[in-house]
């Protein structure tokens, strides 16, 4: 139940952040409500990007090594770099 909660608080961060910047592509906005938006979505960017490092983090992927046995391997970023 917990990984429920959390991708739901994801989630609904997500969605706030997507409504953040269609009120800052409104021209209609004020400067000031578009300043304070502003800032609240590179917030939620912010908090968004330490999860999803997080769950990075925690993927391990099977590999199969030269046996054919099944083996455990941290996950390789795009890079080719491990992560721990």
Do not use: H, Y
């Not at 910047?21 to 409500?33: A, C, H, Q, S």
């Not at 330490?50 to 030269?66: G, P, Q, S, T, Y």
């Amino acid at each position: 139940m917990v990984k429920k909660a959390n991708a739901g608080g994801f989630e609904e961060k997500l969605e706030k952040l997507e409504e953040i910047v269609g009120k800052l592509e409104d021209e209609n906005t004020p400067i000031e409500e578009s300043l304070s938006l502003f800032e609240e979505g590179v917030g939620i960017s912010k908090e968004l990007s330490v999860k999803l490092e997080e769950v990075k983090r925690k993927i391990e992927v099977l590999r199969k090594d030269a046996e054919g046995k099944l083996k455990l391997e941290a996950f390789e970023d795009e890079d080719g770099e491990k992560q721990e």
